[in-house]
């Protein structure tokens, strides 16, 4: 899902988007957590750029869940991810050095981006994010391993707010990119 996007344009209007969030994560790629929701509101519009951006790691052995709170207002989301999803020509799963971290609002009825938000990841968040995907990159793949982990985290801790709390690996507050893609 290599996407170059902006406020206002639209992506493929031939590709439904499943409403919820996905996950890249690729070397010479920032980080893009896209947000598919059919008619967003204008609090989540407006929460994708506004502080706090707050993120939270879990490494579940066969499968990653990245939490995220965007700004005061709304409730900790979480978009679940595995290197194995993604093509081999896609790129290599990873997350460069500068910790880039692209947040786009995609409204999924109109396939028209609504929000943009650039941020980074502390260093010491990033090289624990980058570890897991490395780890479960270099592990042969199991979709049902990745399917039982995701099913006993889900079983275990019912709400993100729980799996924040309770079992995250790691949490961080992400630091606005102002101007370009530096």
Known sequence: ???????????????????GAALTMFAGEPVQ????????????????????TQFAWVDSEHAGVLLYRLGPVLSWSEAT??????????????????????????????????ALHRVRWPEEFAAAVRASVTRMRDTPYSPLAY????????????????MVVDRADAHCIAVPVTGGLD
């Open 1 to 19: 899902m290599h996407l170059i996007v902006e406020v206002g344009s639209q992506l493929d209007p031939d590709v439904s988007w499943p409403e």
């Open 33 to 52: 957590l896209m947000l598919f929701l059919s008619h967003p509101h204008e609090l989540e519009v407006k929460a994708v750029a506004a502080a706090p």
């Open 81 to 114: 991810y595995t290197p194995h999803l993604f093509e081999p020509d896609e790129g290599l799963p990873s997350i460069d050095d500068d910790a880039l971290v692209q947040i786009v609002l995609v409204d999924r009825d109109t396939n028209i981006v609504k």
């Open 147 to 162: 399917e039982h982990a995701l099913a006993a985290l889900h079983r275990r801790y019912p709400t993100p707010e729980d």
